[in-house]
């Protein structure tokens, strides 16, 4: 007579067989993210000579502006600044990257209904699903580690030294945290549903209203306070610049994902799978 | 113990769709049908014994475990074929197999291979490149792979061509064999008086009838063909109380008889007839009384 296997060794399998699924969707955004970041590191030796140009240039812009668009502060000659002023981009097209992945990646076996076969399997939702997410988790920091490499390796290949390079990598690993934020809420906006479709823009449109949730509050005075609201708000590369490492902000990113992905657990056990 | 048993098994979606009150025993090695037509609940039902829907009230119970509460230990023991399979594209049939088979232990790569040797099966044909028939194998297969104690298909059936639909019947009858319990919804009647020792007959969420196929024909009508002789109006026989819709056609009579076949044997030797017919109704037939007995009582 049968037997279920083990619950880590049918997590192992759904882990496996998710990395398996959604490498390929990992490379067609790392690899443009990877050479965006290159190209703008090969650029910092140039934009270093001119920096005293660039930040007069800067000077006259409102502060308000500086600091909605992460680049107050900036200082062209030392590659860890120089990166932050640019690295809001970064975590824009890493979030929507982790966002989506995180509102597919149950949604989609309902969707596609292969869902009825999966949790027909002898083995319960709650280690399906942490299978999935564990993989996601994976997928969003190779994500982060893949924009580290390029900007740390573009930089070695050019011939920078970098002064700070723990401040640099602090803040990929703050990024990495927002890339979990998303991922979960993503997957927690969308646990209920099963329609990727209506998944995927569900979740683009809270990745995009959480940054607009950071900009318009450092615009306004009286609005300051939403920006607490924002996970852009706490993976400012300006703010691990100051800092000079990670900021406290980072555990509230960690905790956010967590409760996001606890309650999405705890949604998904009581859902009927209709296909 | 029951393999299968449901307690007042109650599942309602808004608009009042769903299944209500649903009690149902099916013993060990029982091959046990569940007929109705689409939306009636049949898929509900399966879906529920699961785990995959939680109901609304009352209780499903596999081999004595609880449906939603032991999920896991239930669906270890359950072979489940969906009545539309999807498989996860960009994979080979083998892969997928493969995959669903790592939940079980011991390894069932031997019985897969042989499984998918019996349905014909390409392991190494991609998942997109199947029709819906080559898709429904891969399920069976998937669902047999694992050598389960109970067997709950949806619709099993549609979508095979008659060669696959005469290797399914060898796989269900030997399962049968081996003691499996089979629960099978189905609107295919032929399929399901070839194969069932019992049915139940579901309407709206509710079932409204349940019996085994031998009573079910038994205490239901017959379909009674006669020539007779073109002088006999045959009064007494048409007067026999259980004859309905009788058709005359010359010399020959044909028309539904419900009650003691003692009597119907009475009438007919008071008849001039020259030859006669009493077939048992097909299931078809038992159903669609069934359901024009309840319009009618509706």
Redesign the interface.
Known sequence: ?????SAA??FA?VFR?ELA?AWRSLLVWLVPGMAMIGLTVSMQPEMSKEGSLFAEKLDMVPKEILVAFGVQGADFSEPASYLATNFTIYTLIGSVFAGILGATVLAKEEA???G??L???????RTVVLAKVAAGFVLVELFALGLAGAAFGTFAAIGVTLARPAVMAAMFVVAGALFAVMFALGLLITVRSARPRNATSAALGLIFGLYGLNVVGALSESLTAVRALSPFHYAEAARVIQTGGLPAGTLVLVAVALAAIGTACLLFE?K???? | MSTITLERLTKLYPGGRGVRDLDLTIERGEVFGFIGPNGAGKSTTLRTLLGLISPTAGRARILGLDARVDGPTVRARVGYLPSEPRLHDGMSVGAILAYLGRFFTPDSAARRRQLAEMMELDLSRRAEDLSIGNKKKVALVAALQHTPEVLLLDEPTSGLDPLIQARFFEVIQSERARGTTVFFSSHVMSEVERLCDRVAIIRDGRIVEMARMTELRARQFKQVRARLDPSDAAAELLGLAGVRDPVRDGERLSFVYQGDVKRLLGALAGAAVVDVTIEEPSLEEIVLSHYGKESRDG
């Open positions: 007579m049968a037997e279920s296997v060794t049918a399998n067989r699924f596609f209904g292969t009825e076969m949790y027909t399997m002898p083995v319960s939702r009581r009927d799978i209709h296909a």
